[in-house]
């Protein structure tokens, strides 16, 4: 029985290794080139996110990189990190940042103060980080394969499974990150409204200051 399933597991090697051979750079499949051009959209809807001095559309902006990569993430059959991504920073974080916009008064157009000049020390950070990570994930990923024929790795059972299980401090670590970024956006509106009401006073005093003003003319 051992030697039967030791033969099988052979076998299943050989043929995805002569798979992969057969695959070659120059022949990508229709997945493939799929996730190359929604990874160029993602991209440069990620540069106009941090290049454009309009808040308003830079979060716009932002809801297409974080959609862009939750159709990389089913592109890569991991559909519950998708749907995880969809739901929670498109549907959640965006949407936060957008009140908090409205809430602070934000300016809707053009806003000078969003350029804070360090533009070419902020692109040598993002490009050293970004070719750090390239550089770890294509070291730890270089000879790994993803066996198609078998259970889907990124399926929401267990994907589920090893989230509670081997990552539950991280989800929940996750959840304070949420819970803070709410209560900022409830004390920033509460702030703006008890500016708003201090203001308020000086202009009805101010009418009847001059109405008395007339009154005595």
Not at 38 to 52: N, R
Not at 128 to 151: E, K, N, Q, S, Y
């Amino acid at each position: 029985m051992t030697l039967a399933a030791a033969a099988g597991t052979a076998a299943h090697a050989t043929t995805t290794a002569a798979a992969a051979e057969a695959h070659g750079f120059l022949s990508p499949t229709g997945v493939e080139i799929a996730f190359l051009l929604v990874g160029l959209v993602t991209f440069g809807a990620a540069l106009i996110t941090v290049t454009t001095r309009q808040l308003v559309h830079a979060a716009l902006w932002l809801v297409v990189a974080l959609g862009g990569l939750a159709v990389e993430y089913l592109l890569l059959t991991a559909e519950f990190i998708a749907w995880v991504q969809v739901l929670i920073y498109v549907g959640s974080v965006v949407v936060l940042l957008l009140f908090g916009l409205m809430l602070t008064r934000a300016p809707i157009g053009r806003s000078p103060d969003a350029d804070s000049g360090n533009r070419w020390v902020a692109l040598t950070v993002a490009v050293a980080a970004a070719a750090a990570l390239v550089w770890v994930v294509v070291d730890a990923f270089r000879t790994t394969w993803i066996d198609l024929d078998g259970a889907p790795a990124g399926s929401t059972e267990v994907t589920g499974a090893s989230l509670f299980q081997h990552w539950v401090l991280p989800f929940e670590a996750l959840s304070v990150l949420l819970l803070a970024a709410l209560v900022g956006a409830i004390v920033l509106s509460r702030k703006a409204k008890a500016a708003t009401s201090a203001a308020a006073p000086s202009a009805p005093g101010g009418t009847d200051t001059r109405r008395d003003t007339e009154g005595a003319r």
